[in-house]
């Protein structure tokens, strides 16, 4: 399927592609062991804030960051604007995987396919915000 809205993915730290069909933090907690958490973890993380499981505040930040900082890669396409990457830091590992990521899209995986090659790309990381565009990374220009 081309992607016309929005769509978003985990790439997991062994760089496989996870697809989320809501929200990140709903895949989270739908199967928690994959991100080496419990229901447990996650339950006293959205008690300790006052908040019910599932809402998208401070709970899940936390516990979103904590994935990334465990060598998870966050990935999200807003429609019609760009893709938002958050990763912990522009390791190696981080650009091998964005950039296999990045030519992944723009071939087709699954049923997605990035169709526009000029599409901008923000990675977010703990040294701060680059631009790209999704054809920079499969060309091999990624965060360093």
């Not at 516990?63 to 966050?74: H, P, S």
């Not at 995986?109 to 901008?120: A, S």
């Amino acid at each position: 399927m081309t992607i016309k809205g929005s769509v978003a993915f985990f790439l997991s730290p062994s760089g496989d592609l996870v697809h989320v069909p809501q929200n990140h933090i709903s895949t989270v907690i739908a199967d928690p062991e994959t991100f080496r958490l419990t229901k447990e973890e996650i339950q006293t993380v959205y008690d300790r804030h006052g908040e019910q499981m599932g809402v998208e505040g401070e709970p899940r930040k936390e516990l979103l960051l904590r994935i990334v900082a465990d060598g998870w890669i966050r990935l999200r396409r807003y429609p019609n604007k760009y893709w938002s990457i958050t990763a912990l830091f522009p390791s190696a590992v981080v650009q091998a995987h964005l950039h296999d990521w990045a030519t992944q899209m723009l071939f087709g995986i699954d049923r997605f396919k990035e169709t526009d090659p000029y599409m901008p790309v923000k990675v977010s990381t703990s040294e701060g915000e680059s631009f790209y565009t999704i054809k920079d990374l499969a060309e091999g220009t990624c965060p360093r």
